[in-house]
């Protein structure tokens, strides 16, 4: 294929794109949006693509995701041995599907799940997935008692999206409890104010991505206890422990919100956020068998076995699954113990001193998930979004966003510390949200109002 003048490529609005990658090669042309009309050679293909996600942001300054960017080389390999293993083919592949077993047992011991053999529950691609089977599975429960009326489900309006979706989907009102004045999550005085005889759980947040703060989740039962007493309505609770489910634990021992609660149904978790593995993998787990109802899971005949299968997804790789079981093995209680507890105090301790700079306030302080939320205090002349940008521009990825109903008003800065965000690592962090607030303040006015900063193209600049 001839090399492109550039004046083609002018005039094309460089919808093609002749590339030397390798610099020995002859140049090429290499089409963005249709395929090439022959083949490239392997190095030159891995360079264009390797060259143009070099443009992406660096994940390990990623301070808006909850998702793992650091794992050891050595799991590293391990997935890479089992990528090419479909998880479904539990009898082509026993043993994958072994330690998938294994793991949820481990969770479910955790989580203080009555003794079972085998425990009921599942791995998942991630949180979304699990929460629409315990969603799922309450819905039923709730069908076979045959009342009239449409069903609900009570949460805070601060729940991950996935929540609302699973309303929409599966034709369950979402009863979505807003914020008020200094209130960001549910609380057990609000429960039983949303909550009727259709209403087929609640879900309780342990962790909210808005600010990192739990849910009182012991609180919220007991008040669905008294609700029983008055109301005759047995009204079961999710815990949606995406990040806290593998936080406290290890860190907050003493609290309870999981299957020590009776009124606690199923419980989820990301094994690609705290659970400490790179994304997809969830995990959801149920009290008992009976929290389950047996018409939902199906027994599929698949390459020679009959095999039970609870899920939405079908085929994807076992190399997750495989990895959260080498990291169960690796770190055991007390290394998630340190893992854990080195993440929060880099938190708290990165709160405090953006606390002590004296333009923020903090809404939270990293004492629970470690995360922590802050916003820009009154009477400075920049935003929230300005910040954002400003920290941006030095590669720094720390999400602005406002809160949603009732506290549309408020908008934040979020920072997640993740295993491999290290104290150096938040030193340098500081160092550049210090540098940045000179010219920040030289501003007359906030310059960007309510616009996140972004490295996609069209993005308010």
């Known amino acids: 294929m001839p090399l492109a003048k550039p004046s083609d490529h002018r005039r094309r609005g460089r919808r093609d794109l002749a590339v030397n990658p390798i610099v020995t090669r002859e140049p090429v042309e290499i089409p963005r949006h249709r395929m090439p009309a022959g083949e490239l050679d392997p190095d030159t293909a891995y360079q264009v693509v390797h060259d143009e996600l070099m443009l992406d942001g660096n994940p390990r300054l990623n301070l808006a995701t909850f998702v793992t960017t650091w794992m050891e080389p050595q799991a590293r390999t391990l997935m890479a041995e089992c990528v090419d293993k479909n998880m479904i083919d539990k009898d ?8 998938e077993q294994r793991c949820v047992h481990m969770l479910a011991t955790l989580w203080h799940a009555p003794e079972a053999d085998p425990p009921t529950g599942c791995s998942t691609t991630g949180s979304s997935e699990a929460c629409m089977l315990a969603g799922l599975a309450m819905k039923r429960r709730w069908q076979r008692r045959n009342l009239p009326g449409r069903p609900n489900i009570v949460m805070g309006i601060n729940v ?17 409890v807003p914020m008020s004045g200094d209130r960001f999550h549910l609380t057990a005085d609000e429960v039983t104010q949303h909550c009727d005889e259709n209403t087929i759980g609640v879900v309780a947040i342990l962790g909210s991505t808005f600010d990192g703060s739990y849910e009182p989740v012991a609180e919220i039962c007991a008040a669905l206890d008294r609700l029983q007493e008055e109301k005759g309505w047995d009204v079961p609770v999710h815990v949606d422990g995406a990040s806290g489910a593998m936080i406290a634990p290890f860190c907050d021992p003493d609290l309870v919100w999981d299957f020590r609660l009776d009124r606690v149904c199923s419980i989820n978790t990301s094994g690609h956020k705290y659970g400490l593995v790179y994304p997809g993998v969830g995990w959801v787990v149920w009290r008992d068998a009976a929290a389950l109802p047996a018409d939902l899971v199906f027994d599929v005949n698949y390459l020679g076995g009959q095999m039970p299968t609870f899920a939405l997804n079908f085929s994807r790789p076992g190399a997750q699954v495989a990895a959260q ?21 880099v938190a708290t301790t990165l709160a405090e001193r953006v606390a002590k700079l004296g333009p923020f306030r903090l809404l939270t302080d990293g004492s629970e998930l470690p995360v922590f939320a802050f916003t820009v205090s009154e009477g400075e002349p920049f935003s929230v979004f300005d910040v954002s940008a400003a920290m941006r521009e030095r590669g720094w990825l720390v999400p602005a966003y406002p809160f949603p109903a009732d506290r549309e008003d408020l908008s934040v800065l979020r920072v997640v510390v993740r295993t491999g965000f290290t104290h150096d690592l938040a030193d340098l962090m500081f160092d550049d949200l210090t540098a940045c607030l000179p010219r920040l303040r030289e501003q007359a006015a906030p310059v960007r109002g309510d616009e996140a900063a972004s490295f996609s193209h069209g993005a308010a600049r």
Request: proline share 2%; glycine share 4%.
């Open 160 to 176: 991950q999206v996935c929540w609302e979706k699973f309303a929409n989907y599966w034709d369950v009102d979402a009863r979505l």
């Open 92 to 99: 082509e592949y026993p043993r994958t599907a072994e330690l």
């Open 325 to 345: 079981y080498y990291l169960f093995l690796r770190l055991g209680f007390a290394g998630f113990q340190r893992v854990q507890s080195y993440s929060r105090e």
